[in-house]
């Protein structure tokens, strides 16, 4: 009953989200606010990739958000966990050697890897967001080999705030010396396709990245300790 | 043409896929059909000509999102009654 | 087409499962479904056909971008809707799993003490 | 000017910061948290000031990376996003203070975020101008939403959240998706652009779907009806400082850029739309809170219901045909609703929170706990309710008048609402008054104080924003009355000083208001109000008794309110004074035994002032004087109020318990002087309604047999009454009934009749009330078979009483006879035959209880605990041989007062003054008759000083006998009742007239509660609190509203 009285709802659904969405034919040309992103990025912000000028630049307030948004996401789930009586379902041992002897050697090089990523944000795809998952996941490597193992948590929020600090500074900087937050004309543009180019975008993507970084590690490392001896 | 085509056979997975995930009753393969899901859309946005998109989808979407649906699971219960 | 049709049906995937399972780790899957599709909808919606990705590094592409590249703004807003789709994911995570150290179950019969 | 990024900036630093400091020196936390919210605060008062002031002519536009508007981000900061930020911080400032009082959950830093964060993304909300910036902040302000629901831990809270979560995810999807449909359909995703472009004839044919989209998820968001049991369950489960804060400022940012989104996406259908949702969840709600036990649900159900009200304004703001001038009022409408129930509801919440339990009943006595308690809770409820003189009054005042430009059915609608409000928020009053325990509340008020105060604050403001736009004028010298009545609040540490006061404050009152005592209606009534407030007041004079310290501004209110009300040039003028007389009268009755009857009179007061103003909201033209056409049902609806106050059949059930129990001190003035504002109401209708009307001679029929019918049902209740100050209280009914009756025979002699006995009545029936006190105060006890032979420890009393009741059984040689006389000469006169049976039979019946009054409390054996009892105190006594006095003078020279009654009446020229001569030896003279009242009084006490002498001659003969000293042939008395005269008086008449007696009325109205309450127990089941049931009842709305809105 229940089940067909949802089916009926959702077919009425899709139906109106196909009206709208065909309206607009797939895979043609149109362009709107972007055409300005995309005509004028490279001028205005040298970054190679265009998706990061919007991201960091045109629409960097909406990151800022985002990053808010992952921050809170990160305290919710730290307070409500902080008292969770939840089950403790994993070991309590180390894992096998060869995992702990892969994460060991691999652990370093992801988080290289990650820096990489969001330095090279404004040049190759990816960024800030995804360096700074493969830097938690670096530390979930870690975390499911070794049963002791702990990130420094004061290090952790520390990281993350002073990151999130850097990326409301840099908006004041722009404030401050380029008339408007965020504002990308506070430091040389440089040359396009170089990595010390595109202004703060770089910096703004490496603050992100060490946000991120930090507050998806600090997740998962609560989730995963989420327990009290219930025993 | 095959790529076309591939992708086709992609969506059709994915659908697939999230039919499984809604109706098994076994919570954990639920969530790793729903990480492969994502995984799927990544190679989708890949020919999509969005590889940042790819990127995140499979870093934070396929990664991260299945791995602490994977804990929640863990910490509560494996199947749906 | 084929792009939007799937990525709408992802979507009513996911919020049939809202709708209609009775264990609150299967809504917060559905919830996480719906996002892959609306997501996978949105990059649908900016695609071009035969354009490259909004990403500038060969020469050639510098001068009349507009007509070699896709629209990198869906893009962008992907990119925010993803981080933001796991920061939900995860609060739900966490209040379900409060949920369930309180209750012990994960039916949703259990949690019906708010009515009326 | 303060750059409202830095609000933003500085806000989200002070987060990351906090996050910081939480790790190392988390007891350090706060001085990062409360500094940022005081700034905050401060920053958005100062563009709020400089908007108000006109130094910042523009709204602030903030351009995010110096890109303009379609290209980059960009705030836009106007008057309302400035005012509403401001409420916001403000709203988070009250609720941070009273949760770091009562302790933060730990660890503190971690809420501290997610609070800061919460309130962030509430003015983000606002201030963005960018449609996907504006999902961003949404869902900033959801986490930060699901986090602090949870925040207790406690099941409830727990599932509350989820339940958010879920619904909340379905809105912002929708949100999501629409933003990115507008974005592919017109290129932009800026609101101004897009704006722009739809008003520059921008069209596709699914912008319309698209719209809507975006519109359903913020009404999700918005709470409207169905689809809002989520935010109930939030109401009923959260923490209450969340809710505070959710209900106070998140919500109000939802429905800015509701309103601001539907404005620049610009559908014809959208204002349908939020007519129907917000009048719908409007009526809806209130309705269902009726028999709501659970006190934060029903405060969940209140805002859930004040949010469709203000939806059903934005829904008028959008509407294409609102005139200009209607526009500017529910504008001003929606800012005081705004203000209004953000403070009141962050005020009732927190008051909630120190409150042990959950349950209507675990409040019980929790006013008497706390005066800091009882003022806010008493504020709060007031201004929620939108009664006067809080800001919700005018809000309700403006929005009626712009609906009513609209429809009148739209009118209808609001006011059925107000009146559900009032039915549960005073339900929830009397439970709270209730008890005499003292409940055991928590002592973290001063959040809710302030909000209380700031409520106070806020009257003047509201008061000038509603008189601008209706161009409203109140009596200056009235006003400046009221404010001072309410400053003897704070003398309330002395009674005596209150009383001494009072005493000033009302001669104060007379000289200032001396100009306006002219020989008309209005200063006729005036002169009533003044001269008989100021003999009142003194007979309460405090002694010992234990009186409210609210007690005195409260009587000042009404007394100065009467005053407002009777100088009145205009309809909106006289509602006002109405209403603040309803509501303090309405507190000095609850302050007495009687809080259900104080209920009770609540309700039907508010809906007889509701039908007033429906009524007024369709005049053309707000002065009294100028009432052109009126169809009948207008003149009904002005005059209900009037027939509510005069408790006329079928709407007296109000009246036995909330005469009988209110305060005695209070009940000589209810009777005495405000039931005769029920009179002057009606007066004006006749005169200035009535009398336009076609079919003017059926209604003043009708309201003949009302006022008749009145006079002899009461009466025949008063009969078998056996408390005394109910059976005084059904007999000031019955009296009120008459004058009524002569005012519908709109004839020169009916309302002499009429008016002579307003002036007349007050004399007798404020005696009889003031000595009721006085022996209440003495026996302490109004139950007439507790009393009896009172006159020999209360001769004064008895001697006044029994004058009194000469006069008010109408039988010479007392001021009383001229009234009847006058009446049946007018009655006669004007040929309503059987009206005139009814009445006199009633007035013959009045004998009966006359005789009861003497009989059970005077006369007969006193009772053994009587003994003791002394005279009434000497004010008291004072006060009786003042109104005294004009009993016997009018007895003999009634022309002392005719002749000014034919003075007032010269000057209304409808009517004409009324055909009577005087002369030395008929006496007053009629076309039916005369009567010499100066002969009747000397013959009359002639043979009254007669048999006293022959009394006192042959009482030697009489032997007084103590009231157990009697036996029966073997029987013995088994208590003192049954030898009383008063018990069980007029039994045997009683079982004759049993039918004639039952209590219908009360019964029928008393059906009609509970069925509605019953329909609203069955309605408030689609709450079924399943959380699949709630997605699906959002996305079965949403496409409801896509079907049936896209066109």
Not at chain 1, 100 to 116: D, M, Q, R, V
């Amino acid at each position: 009953m229940r089940k067909w009285f949802a089916l009926a709802l959702l077919i009425v659904l899709g139906f109106f989200l196909a009206e709208i969405a065909s309206s607009f034919p797939f895979g043609q040309e149109k362009w709107g606010v972007s055409k300005h992103y995309v005509d004028r990025g490279i001028e205005e912000n040298r970054g190679a990739n265009l998706v990061t000028s919007i991201v960091v630049n045109y629409r960097g307030f909406d990151t800022l958000g985002e990053v808010t948004v992952l921050f809170l996401a990160a305290t919710a789930l730290a307070f409500l966990l902080s008292t969770c009586r939840c089950r403790r379902k994993y070991r309590r041992w180390d894992a096998s050697l060869i995992l702990k002897t892969a994460s060991e050697t691999l652990y370093p090089l992801l988080i290289l890897f990650g820096a990489y990523i969001f330095i090279h944000g404004h040049l190759t795809p990816g960024g800030g967001f995804q360096g700074g998952t493969v830097i938690a996941s670096a530390v979930m490597l870690m975390l499911l080999s070794y049963f002791s193992f702990h990130p420094n948590h004061r290090a952790l929020s520390t990281t993350e705030g002073l990151a999130g600090l850097a990326f409301v500074l840099i908006g004041f900087a722009g404030l401050v010396w380029g008339g408007s937050f965020l504002a990308n004309n506070i430091l040389p543009l440089g040359q396009w396709n170089r990595l010390f180019s595109a202004g703060v975008i770089p910096l703004i993507y490496v603050a992100v990245g060490f946000k991120v970084g930090a507050e998806l590690s600090g997740l998962i490392t609560d989730m995963l300790k989420a327990t009290k001896e219930e025993e | 043409m095959i790529l076309e085509y591939f992708m086709l056979f992609l969506l059709f997975l994915m659908l697939a896929l999230g039919i499984y995930a809604v109706e098994t009753r076994d919570l954990l393969a639920s969530v790793l059909a729903a990480g492969f899901i994502s995984l799927v859309a990544s190679i989708v946005y890949l020919y999509l000509q969005a590889p940042d998109v790819a990127m995140t989808e499979a870093a934070i979407g396929a990664g991260l999102t299945t791995l602490i649906f994977i804990i929640a699971v863990r910490k509560t219960e494996r199947y749906e009654k | 087409m084929a792009f939007f049709v799937s990525s709408i049906l992802l979507i009513l995937i996911g919020l049939y499962a809202v709708l209609v399972k009775r264990n609150i780790m299967k809504i917060v899957i559905g919830l996480s479904l719906m996002d892959t599709g609306v997501n996978l909808l949105i990059i649908s919606l900016g695609f071009i056909r035969g354009r490259t990705a909004p990403i500038i590094n060969t020469r050639d592409l510098l001068v009349n971008t507009s007509s070699k590249v896709v629209d990198p703004l869906p893009q962008a807003l992907v990119l925010t809707a993803i981080v933001i789709g796991v920061a939900v994911t995860a609060v739900a995570l966490s209040i379900v799993m409060l949920m369930y150290s309180k209750k012990k179950t994960l039916e949703i019969d259990e949690y019906k003490e708010l009515k009326w | 000017m303060v750059n409202p990024i830095l609000i933003i900036g500085i806000t989200l630093g002070s987060a990351f910061l906090i996050g910081i400091v939480q790790a190392f020196r988390p007891r350090w936390t706060g001085w990062i948290f409360y500094p940022t919210l005081v700034f905050d605060f401060l920053a958005s008062a100062v563009n709020l000031y400089g908007f108000l002031s006109g130094s910042i002519g523009k709204p602030i536009m903030v351009k995010i990376g110096g890109f303009p508007p379609p290209v980059g981000i960009n705030l836009l900061v106007g008057k309302a996003e400035a005012a509403l930020g401001t409420l916001i911080f403000a709203v988070a400032l009250l609720g941070a203070y009273h949760w770091g009082r009562r302790g933060f959950p730990q660890p503190q830093g971690k809420i501290m975020v997610l609070f800061l964060l919460l309130a962030l993304g509430a003015a983000g909300i606002s201030f963005t101008g960018d449609f996907f910036n504006l999902f961003v902040f949404v869902e900033i302000t959801s986490i930060a939403s699901y986090g602090l629901v949870a925040s207790s831990r406690r099941e409830e809270a727990l599932e509350a959240a989820f339940k958010y979560m879920v619904v909340g995810s379905i809105s912002s999807t929708f949100i999501l998706l629409g933003v990115v449909f507008l974005y592919k359909a017109t290129g932009s995703l800026n609101m101004l652009d897009i704006g722009g472009k739809i008003a520059g004839g921008f069209s596709s044919q699914v912008l319309g779907l698209i719209s809507l989209l975006i519109l359903a998820g913020l009404l999700v968001e918005l709470e409207v009806f169905p689809i809002n049991g989520w935010a109930l369950d939030i109401y009923q489960g959260a923490d209450p400082v969340v809710v505070a804060l959710l209900a106070g400022a998140a919500v109000k940012a939802f429905y800015l850029v509701y309103l601001k989104t539907a404005s620049y996406l610009a559908l014809p259908s959208f204002f349908k739309l939020s007519l129907i949702f917000g009048g719908g969840t409007y009526l809806v709600s209130q309705f269902f809170a009726w028999r709501q036990e659970n006190a934060r649900r029903l405060l969940g159900y209140s805002s859930v219901g004040q949010l469709g009200l203000l939806i059903l304004a934005g829904g008028l703001l959008l509407s294409p045909s609102l005139p200009a001038s209607s526009r500017a009022m529910v504008l001003a409408a929606v800012v005081l609703l705004i203000l209004n129930h953000s403070f009141s509801k962050s005020s009732l919440f927190l008051l909630a929170d120190n409150v042990k339990g959950e349950k209507l009943e675990d409040w019980k006595g929790v006013l008497s706990s706390s005066p800091v308690f009882r003022f806010s809770f008493t504020t709060s409820v007031f201004s929620v309710a939108g009664l006067p003189p809080f800001p919700g009054f005018w809000a309700k005042l403006l929005l009626v008048m712009a609906a009513a430009r609209f429809s009148p059915w739209l009118v209808a609608l609001i006011l059925a609402g107000a009146l559900a409000e009032v039915v549960y928020y005073f339900r929830f009053f009397y439970l709270v008054s209730l008890g005499d325990k003292k409940a055991e509340v928590g002592n973290n008020l001063l959040a809710p104080l302030v909000a209380s105060l700031f409520l106070v604050g806020a009257v003047p403001l509201a008061y000038k924003m509603a008189a601008d736009k209706l161009s409203l004028t109140l009596p200056g010298g009235v006003l400046v009355l009221l404010g001072l009545s309410l400053l003897v609040y704070l003398l309330g540490f002395s009674r005596l000083l209150q009383w001494l006061a009072s005493l000033g404050l009302v001669a104060y009152g007379a000289y200032l208001l001396l100009p306006f005592l002219k020989a008309d209606l209005s200063g006729f009534f005036l002169g009533l109000i003044l001269a008989g407030a100021a003999v009142l007041l003194l007979a309460t004079y405090p002694g010992a008794k234990n009186l409210s310290s609210s007690f005195y501004p409260a009587y000042l209110v009404v007394v100065f309110s009467m005053a407002g009300l009777v100088l009145s040039t205009t309809w909106f003028s006289l509602f006002v004074f109405w209403e603040i007389m309803s509501w303090a009268s309405f507190l000095l009755i609850n302050m007495g035994r009687g809080k259900k009857a104080a209920w009770i009179y609540a309700v039907l007061s508010a809906a007889g002032a509701y039908a007033m103003l429906g009524g007024i909201s369709l005049l053309p033209s707000p002065y009294i004087s100028s009432v052109k056409s009126p169809g009948p049902w207008l003149a009904l609806l002005l005059s209900l109020g009037f027939l509510v106050k005069m408790a006329t059949v079928p709407l007296h059930i109000w009246a036995r318990d909330a005469y009988g129990e209110s305060p005695d001190d209070f009940t000589p003035l209810l009777s005495g002087i405000m039931s005769k504002m029920g009179v002057f109401g009606s007066a004006l209708v006749f005169l200035y309604v009535v009398i336009n009307l076609s079919s003017r001679s059926s209604f003043n029929y009708l309201l003949g047999w009302a006022g008749v019918l009145t006079a002899f049902f009461m009466t025949l209740l008063a009969v078998f009454q056996e408390d005394l100050k109910k059976l005084l209280a059904y007999s000031s009914v019955a009296q009120v009934g008459y004058i009524l009756l002569g005012l519908a025979l709109f004839t020169p002699l009916g309302w002499t009749a009429a008016l002579y006995h307003t002036v007349n009545h007050f004399f007798f029936k404020g005696l009889l009330f003031v000595a009721a006190a006085g022996i209440v105060y003495r026996v302490g006890t109004s139950y007439l078979p507790h009393m009896g032979g009172l006159i020999r420890r209360m001769p004064l009393t008895f001697f006044a009483s029994l004058l009194a009741v000469i006069a008010l059984a109408g039988v010479p040689p007392l001021s009383g006879f001229a009234g009847k006389w006058l009446l049946y000469t007018a009655l006669i006169e004007k040929g309503w035959i059987f009206i005139a049976v009814v009445a006199f039979l009633a007035s013959t019946l009045a004998f009966l209880y006359s005789f009861k009054i003497l009989h059970a409390v005077f006369l007969g054996q006193l009772q053994e605990e009587n003994c003791e009892v002394r005279e009434v105190p000497i004010p008291v006594a004072v006060v009786e041989i003042i109104l005294l006095i004009p009993l016997v003078v009018l007895g003999a020279f009634p022309r002392l007062i005719l002749d000014p009654i034919t003075r007032v009446l010269g000057k209304v020229t409808a009517l004409g003054i009324p055909d009577l001569k005087y002369t030395k030896t008929l006496g007053v003279v009629s076309r039916l008759g005369h009567w010499n009242a100066l002969f009747l009084m000397v013959f009359f006490a002639g043979a009254f000083i007669l048999a006293l002498i022959f009394f006192a001659l042959t009482s030697a003969r009489v032997k007084l006998v103590g009231q157990m000293d009697v036996g029966y042939s073997g029987e013995v008395p088994r208590s003192p009742e049954d030898l009383h005269f008063g018990y069980g008086m007029y039994d045997h008449f009683r079982r004759a007239v049993k039918w004639l007696i039952y209590p219908l009325a009360t019964r029928v109205w008393r059906g009609i509660y509970e069925a509605l309450g019953a329909v609203a127990e069955m309605g408030r089941r689609i709450y079924t609190g399943d959380t699949n049931t709630y997605a699906a009842y959002v996305i079965g709305i949403s496409l409801l509203i896509l079907l049936i809105f896209k066109g």
